[in-house]
């Protein structure tokens, strides 16, 4: 087996050899199993040679990651303090990253006790860009069964995803659902959708098994928009029971409009970007309210007001704000189906018409493109804005 010696902790009174990856590291054997039961297990399984020597692999540790513990366990008060003062926070956050995986890999509680509040507070200070594998390792340490996101890092992740930051994008999708937060990894997913094919291999370095992912949540995002498109978003009325159906009469006249408008249909918007859609039709009911919309640059009377009751329309405007966060939290389902193997959950009042034969033949016609190779031109041309 090719191995080098670590240069920095390869000890000479070592007494006991760890081989990671491809390097060998040398250190005190009480040293180790002080910290965690499972180190003495470890020791007492000799499970390589080394020019002859026995030595011990550290399973599922990198040799980066395995030097980084070992610092924990042998730097001086003072040389910590001294790296938490000196080293830009990119370095301090990979390191205390690393420090975490091995305790936790390890169970080590008490060091990875020490590692992770370290880590949450230089979050706090980590300037942009972040690197797409810092934001892989932190979320590798914060596994959604066992050890949440802090929530003023869930937020700067999300703020992030927003402003299109490519590191944070392409580091939560590589991240995969076992140690994402779903509403993290959906928004991941979308803010990727929308960059386009170009995108994905340019900005974000993905592979082919993410671009079928997002071929698909095209596909949902589409099918769901077109459904929106045919029902407006389901009504909570403040009206008498016997006029109700007219103001259901009214709301549908006034949404078809609405997503008619210019707002909504903006060439300039990509057929995926369904938040943004809504975010237009919810202006677009906001003008019809009062009294008219734009559709191809003609203003066209809706007088929402003079055909429902004054309640009613706050409810509509209500039931538009429902939609936008009903889609915001099915995000991730859109791309992704859950643990349970569902696919993405639509609105109750979609379901007849995505189950209707014209959505169904559609469907299957865009699958069967996807299946048979025909991808990458059926996606660039779905994701061209209209």
């Known amino acids: ?24 590291f040398k250190v005190h054997y009480t040293r180790l199993i002080e910290l965690s039961p499972a180190f003495k297990h470890l020791v007492e399984t000799i499970s390589a040679q080394v020019d002859g020597e026995p030595a011990l692999i550290v399973e599922g540790v990198s040799a980066a990651q395995l030097k980084s513990f070992l610092w924990a366990i042998y730097a001086s008060p003072e040389d910590v303090e001294d790296f938490f003062e000196s080293s830009n926070s ?20 008490r060091r990875a006790a020490w590692a992770l509040p370290k880590l949450h507070a230089a979050w706090g200070v980590l300037k942009d860009p972040v690197p797409a594998y810092l934001v892989q390792g932190l979320l590798s340490v914060h596994t959604t069964q066992t050890i949440p996101l802090p929530a003023h890092i869930h937020q700067r992740l999300l703020r992030d995803i927003e402003l299109g930051r490519p590191g944070v ?18 928004a991941a997913y979308y803010a990727a959708l929308l960059l386009g094919p170009n995108g994905w291999e340019e900005s974000l370095a993905l592979s082919s098994e993410h671009h079928n992912v997002l071929y698909r949540g095209y596909h949902n995002v589409a099918e769901h928009w077109r459904g929106m498109e045919g029902f407006p978003p389901p009504l909570a009325h403040a009206c008498a029971y016997d006029e109700e159906q007219r103001c259901d009469r009214a ?18 918007r990509a057929n995926a970007d369904i938040l943004g859609r809504l975010s237009a039709a919810r202006a677009a009911v906001h003008a019809a309210c009062n009294g008219r919309v734009t559709i191809a640059g003609q203003e066209v009377e809706v007088g929402l007001k003079s055909r429902m009751k004054e309640k009613c329309v706050e409810r509509a405007q209500e039931a538009v704000e ?17 643990a349970r193997g569902e696919a993405v959950v639509v609105s109750p009042i979609l379901s007849d018409l995505t189950a209707s034969s014209s959505r169904t033949a559609a469907s299957s016609r865009t699958m069967s493109a996807f299946a048979s190779g025909r991808t990458g031109r059926v996606a660039r041309a779905m994701l061209v804005p209209r």
């Open 1 to 24: 087996m090719a191995a080098h010696p670590d240069d920095t902790y390869f000890l000479e009174d070592g007494s006991v050899v760890l081989l990671a990856g491809e390097t060998l």
């Open 90 to 109: 990119v370095e301090m956050c990979m390191r205390l990253v690393n420090i975490a995986a091995v305790a936790q890999q390890y169970a080590c509680t």
């Open 169 to 186: 994008i392409g580091g939560i999708i590589y991240s995969g659902p076992r140690c994402t937060p779903r509403d993290l990894l959906g």
């Open 251 to 268: 709301w549908r006249h006034a949404w078809t409009l609405c997503v008619a408008s210019d707002t909504v249909r903006d060439p300039e």
């Open 322 to 338: 429902r939609a936008i966060e009903f889609v915001k939290s099915q995000l991730c389902n859109f791309f992704v189906p859950t």
